[in-house]
């Protein structure tokens, strides 16, 4: 059976997404939160929300809309796409991603996004991406890439 608060939390995260709100965004996780995805690997605590913040804070062209959801007790999932410019590149990329959740007490605990990340690198890297997106060397360069990004973020942002 749905469960309603969570299915309420699941459409008010990805609205606040749809408008670029980071920090309500943030407010859905709980405080012990993890999430992965195939760029952001290994994110706790208030990370998760941070990663969120900076990247609504950076969009400039973002869309995103919620294609499907369900929850079920303490489970939840979601499929949705986001289309926007990557603006290391300036190539515009629609990525579909379905991620999977789990919940505690009205808030996100674990968030898991899973998307191919060789479509995606094809999109946001163009000839590199097509080459060699299917490679670790590329995929760990994004994502040290990324983490050093929220590093920054969190260093010019105590408290998020």
């Known amino acids: 059976m749905t469960n309603v608060r969570n299915d309420q939390l699941l ?46 804070a950076q969009a400039t062209d973002l869309k995103v809309e919620l294609l499907d959801r369900s929850t079920r007790d303490d489970r939840g999932a979601a499929t949705w796409r986001a289309t926007y410019t990557f603006s290391q590149t300036g190539r515009r990329v ?27 690198a094809r999109q946001a890297l163009g000839p590199l991406g097509l080459c060699l997106g299917w490679s670790p060397l590329v995929r760990g360069t994004v994502r040290r890439r990324a983490r050093a990004s929220l590093d920054r973020f969190l260093a010019s942002h105590p408290g998020v």
């Not at 991620?99 to 995606?120: C, H, K, P, T, V």
């Open 11 to 56: 459409q008010d995260f990805y609205a606040a997404f749809a408008a670029r709100d980071g920090d309500r965004m943030a407010a859905s996780y709980a405080p012990a939160a993890t999430f992965s995805d195939p760029v952001f690997v290994g994110l706790h605590g208030a990370e998760p929300g941070a990663m969120w913040r900076m990247l609504t």
């Open 94 to 120: 629609v990525n579909l991603v379905d991620s999977s959740f789990r919940f505690d007490n009205g808030l996100i605990a674990e968030q898991r996004d899973e998307f191919d990340f060789w479509r995606w």
